[in-house]
């Protein structure tokens, strides 16, 4: 399949990086160059765009459609390594980092990667398939206990006790191998009229598996740490995220970025010597328009937060 993704916030990322033509600009969700394809449109022959994807068909996609670029490093890593990605390329500073935090349309679209709750495929959700661990681990080997605080944590899901219980039930008769039987299951394990009104019942467990095969929250404090400490000083980091859980952790990371003072509020000044590393370029997140919503559904959740170095 092509390797097809419409980029969210494309005009809103692009503006809140402030990109300078000669700068060195890192894309640690490459993708399919969506939002690359237009951050080196505004680099001279000196600047420079660093491309990271854990995905090897995302990288191929990416590097065929910026093939006329000299000037753009591809990395096939995680974008937590980040610190380690730029140390290899000797660079000890970025002018802007972006982070897109969702699962690309291709990945969605694309039956066989197990991503999708509307097609039947291996249960898989690797973002990175040259990990061993699977969406099939989660579901056949978690515990009871494990599996409703993934379900719980990740997905938000007030049936996560009962959907752990009907998973481990059906799995002691045979392995659960794929995404449709999986998504039977859950159907199962929910109320009918819990199921008739709002999303698909699947999606909130799917939702959890895929974070907890790519371990996705778990990296993303330390990820904008890291990213932090590499940007120069005026230079932005982007984040992108789809869900709750996502934009809490950046909202939090950030605001603590911006005021890391820990002493006692009752204190009539700081004695904790903390000072702020990062302002707030987005307060309340950026949103996508109505327009963007109408023509790409898939970016209705989507929040884009932004904080400059000082």
């Known amino acids: 399949m092509e390797f097809k993704h419409v980029s969210v916030l494309l005009n809103e990322c692009i503006d809140a990086l402030n990109i300078k033509a000669d700068g060195i600009y890192v894309d640690g969700t490459l993708g399919g160059a969506g939002h690359s ?17 854990q995905d090897k068909d995302a990288l191929a996609a990416a590097k065929e459609r910026l093939k006329d670029y000299s000037n753009v490093k591809f990395v096939h890593d995680n974008f937590s390594n980040i610190d380690s990605i730029l140390n290899e390329l000797d660079l000890e500073g970025v002018d802007g980092i972006l982070m897109d935090l969702g699962v690309s349309s291709y990945q969605l679209d694309e039956a066989s990667r197990g991503f999708s709750y509307m097609q039947d495929a291996p249960l898989d959700m690797r973002m990175n398939r040259d990990n061993d661990f699977s969406a099939y681990d989660i579901v056949n080997k978690y515990s009871e206990e494990e599996l409703s605080k993934i379900i719980k944590d990740y997905g938000e899901e007030r049936f996560a ?20 039987e999986l998504v039977d299951i859950i159907k199962a394990a929910i109320p009918a009229k819990m199921r008739r009104d709002g999303p698909h019942p699947a999606k909130r467990t799917f939702q959890a ?9 778990k990296i993303l404090n330390k990820t904008i740490e ?11 980091m982007a984040i992108i995220t789809f869900h709750s859980l996502e934009d809490r952790i950046v909202k939090l990371k950030f605001r603590e970025l911006e005021n890391p003072c820990n002493c006692p509020k009752e204190f009539p000044v700081c004695i904790c010597g903390k000072v702020p590393t990062v302002k707030t370029i987005s307060k309340k997140g950026i949103a996508p328009t109505d327009k963007e919503i109408e023509e790409n559904p898939r970016s209705r959740s989507a929040k884009l937060r932004v904080i400059e170095k000082l």
């Open 161 to 180: 006790k009962r959907i752990a219980n009907f998973i481990v039930n059906r799995r002691a008769e045979k392995p659960i191998e794929t995404t449709l």
């Open 226 to 236: 890291d990213g932090v400490n590499k940007l120069n000083k005026g230079g932005r």
């Open 37 to 53: 394809s237009h951050i080196v449109k505004h680099l001279s022959k000196d600047g420079m765009l660093i491309g990271i994807d």
């Open 209 to 217: 598996i895929r974070i907890e095969v790519n371990s996705e929250l």
